[in-house]
């Protein structure tokens, strides 16, 4: 059984102010909750079903806050439709972002769907890059949609909210800045530098009035519509499609280089 | 007004079984219904705020069937938490499959998420590939959910619904069919070939046993993730974000081979 109190506060966790307020954030179902474990010094508490626990107990030697409940209770505090086994509170960690060791970092400029940035921090964790900017515009990465959707991969991505001119203010000279722009030179006929920013603009609107102006190179992904002149065309991406296609080539090139 | 059998009608096109018998799907919001008014051959009918028809009447005026409705209305029969101006009923187009004037086929065998096979759509339309073949498995792209996240691109994609292995018996033998599996070659370190297909699987089991047997290359998306060795790995990358990273390498080295 859990206090009322318990309940209330893991319910309260669904708001990004007390998510903000607490540092801590929700993570919910056996696989991302197996990928959050990776790291138990980050989990604060487990409530799970009786017969999780038992089939986990190596997986959860490290964690000292575990508490049993029902698969009532558990409904009660799952924003799934179809709560699955467990539900874990983890500690958001911050960092300061290391220049020297990363060379590809990734920034939403006011991304406003949660499944988008959940998928854009699974692409992150997949191409290996450390770091997430989000502009105090994008829907907050703690929020448990954007949580699922990114598969246990926020246990290694790490997420940064700041004000994008102020990232941009404080980054080293030698980092190209990449900004997508319709018409713009497609990214198959340039040479992408190694160490590089990259912006995905707001899903509508694309990259923001004010930011456009850090944009030190702009970029386009070569679309191959038949029809183009005939019938109109698909006029965009989805953003995380966008993403995940200029980080393939980047690394592609990247990795090729080196 | 409309009457209650047009709006039992209507909601009835929620569900598969009614989409199939009447070969039509509902397309909803300005976005979408703009991009199916460029084929005003497959339009049934439009349900529309009256300010809404008197802004579109020079798009609209190849359509025989408009029907003014309210807000309420509206409301009542869109699938949208937000409802946006027009709902389309449009004719399902049916064709054969012209394998001389098109080199790339996509295939998905059983792709469970409506949000998916949308983005999917999107893509297809994007990197100008005509046909998706879809497993009985594989959820209804007709699907309201499916239709709104394919943004209108469904009104020029071509999606046929067959069991793959007749697909596949009746695919000319110039043809290689791509499948991703885990730890095949990565497509940066492969020619790929220009007559293909590409089969992407389930979002959890990909590709299913008895089409593995078709696959003639086995390939993979690099993953170039730090902590491989220490701290485990995202598994996967979500089957929409694998589809767009195989259609943006084919149609790039297949551009610039021609």
């Known amino acids: 059984m859990l206090s009322k109190n318990t309940i209330k506060y893991l319910n309260s966790l669904k708001e990004k102010k007390y998510r903000d307020l607490k540092n801590e954030f929700i993570v919910e179902g056996e696989k991302s909750v197996y990928e959050f474990l990776k790291y138990p010094e980050n989990i604060k508490a487990i409530y799970a079903l009786p017969a999780w626990i038992n089939q986990n107990i190596e997986k959860l030697k490290l964690i000292n806050n575990i508490n049993e409940i029902s698969v009532d209770l558990l409904k009660k505090i799952s924003n ?46 997949w191409f290996g890059i450390d770091y997430l900017i989000c502009s105090p515009d994008t829907v907050d990465p703690y929020n448990p949609k954007a949580v699922q959707s990114s598969m246990g991969s926020l246990c290694r991505v790490k997420v940064l909210e700041l004000p994008l001119d102020q990232f941009f203010n404080m980054l080293p000279h030698d980092f190209m ?82």
């Open 80 to 125: 799934l439709k179809t709560p699955n086994n467990v539900i874990a509170i983890v500690k958001k960690t911050h960092s300061t972002i290391d220049f020297n060791h990363n060379n590809l970092i990734l920034v939403l400029d006011g991304i406003r769907d949660p499944g988008n940035i959940g998928t854009i921090i699974r692409i992150a964790d």
């Open 177 to 258: 800045v990449y900004g997508t722009l319709i018409n713009a030179t497609p990214i198959n006929n340039i040479k992408l530098q190694q160490k590089a920013v990259i912006i995905i603009g707001n899903e509508a609107k694309g990259i923001s009035n004010n930011i456009i102006k850090f944009v030190s190179c702009k970029i386009s992904i070569p679309s191959y519509m038949h029809e183009l002149k005939v019938k109109g065309k698909a006029d965009s991406l989805n953003a995380a499609i966008a993403a995940s296609i200029l980080c393939y080539e980047f690394k592609k090139q990247n990795n090729n280089n080196s």
